[in-house]
């Protein structure tokens, strides 16, 4: 199970079966660091993945993953401009 994956499977355990309200989650992180850079890569992975399951996100093709990032380039990316 991929990183992105295991992040799609704990939003969805704060739902639970008959619950009437929706659910928002939430994820913290430092502005400017790698977890910031490494959970914006994983949502582009996350609605890759749901666009090829045919669950296309809200903002249709413009949330695809078009540059191709990596988690490991983006991170030395911003290693290096540091």
């Known amino acids: 199970m991929s990183l992105p994956d295991t992040v799609q499977q704990a939003a969805r355990r704060s739902w639970r079966t008959g619950q009437k309200q929706d659910v928002r989650v939430i994820f913290f992180g430092y502005i400017g660091s790698s977890q910031i850079t490494c959970l ?8 890759v993945s749901q666009s090829t399951s045919g669950d296309v996100p809200e903002s249709g093709l413009d949330s695809l993953n078009l540059d191709g990032d990596s988690v490991e380039m983006a991170l ?3 290693l290096i401009n540091a």
């Open 76 to 78: 030395a990316r911003q």
């Open 40 to 47: 914006q890569l994983m949502a582009k992975k996350i609605a």
